[in-house]
Antibody, heavy 124, light 110 residues
Framework: QVQLVESGGGVVQPGGSLRLSCAASGFNFNNYAMHWVRQAPGKGLEWVAIVSYEGSKRYYADSVKGRFSVSRDYSKNTIYLEMSNLRPDDTALYYC?????????????????WGQGTLVTVSP | QSALTQPPSVSGSPGQSVTISCTGSPTDVGGYNYVSWYQQRPGKAPRFIIYDVSERPSGVPDRFSGSKSGNTASLTISGLQDEDEADYYCCSYAGSYSFVFGSGTTVTVL
């Protein structure tokens, strides 16, 4: 069965950096794009980023563009979210999610399976 | 990339039907048939319940159905059950490999 396990969250000061990880199993990691989605405490879901199945294409929400970077390591079946210049409004539970279908086809990219999330708190 | 608009809350008695709307624009909901819906119970990760406007993943009860007209997508829960009490979010492809979520709707079973 599909499993996604996020890690790397914690408390960081404004302006600081953090790297989140998401370890995937139970599906052919090489064939699926992957998402990061976040949820501020008590708030709704916000799409953050997507990385293509082969890792060369990366797209970001305007709110994180230039500060966050998504990547993937096929040897570890893991994706990463490098976050820099963090702000208090980046405080959220960060989820990784698998794309519904294979490869890089628009109709296949909606998130389906989600991990349990890792909490990032940006505070002085 | 403004959030799609959903009503904050809807409610219904067991056995009734409720419908949640999700209003966007021609550049997201209206422009693509890639609207998905998610159920989120308190303290849990979102669960995928509808994709491509009206398709159900395997294992999702047929009480859940989706539709779209113009810039507004809708999720209908028929035969409401206690276990359906949760937050529901729509999500639409918004072009250029970006996505936008709805503001979320809390469903209460009376």
């Amino acid at each position: 069965q599909v499993q996604l396990v996020e890690s790397g969250g914690g408390v960081v000061q404004p302006g600081g950096s953090l790297r989140l990880s998401c370890a995937a199993s139970g599906f052919n990691f090489n064939n699926y794009a992957m998402h990061w989605v976040r949820q501020a405490p008590g708030k709704g879901l916000e799409w953050v980023a997507i990385v293509s199945y082969e890792g060369s294409k990366r797209y970001y929400a305007d709110s994180v563009k230039g500060r966050f970077s998504v990547s993937r390591d096929y040897s570890k079946n893991t994706i990463y979210l490098e976050m820099s210049n963090l702000r208090p409004d980046d405080t959220a539970l960060y989820y990784c999610a698998k794309a519904r279908g294979v490869f890089w086809i628009e109709m296949n990219l909606s998130p389906d399976y989600w991990g349990q999330g890792t909490l990032v708190t940006v505070s002085p | 990339q403004s959030a799609l608009t959903q009503p904050p809350s809807v409610s219904g008695s067991p056995g009734q039907s409720v419908t949640i709307s999700c209003t966007g624009s021609p550049t997201d909901v209206g422009g693509y048939n890639y609207v998905s819906w998610y159920q989120q119970r308190p303290g849990k990760a979102p669960r995928f319940i509808i994709y491509d406007v009206s398709e159900r993943p395997s294992g999702v009860p047929d009480r859940f159905s989706g539709s779209k007209s113009g810039n507004t997508a809708s999720l209908t829960i028929s035969g409401l059950q206690d276990e359906d009490e949760a937050d529901y979010y729509c999500c639409s492809y918004a072009g250029s490999y970006s996505f936008v979520f709805g503001s979320g709707t809390t469903v209460t079973v009376l």
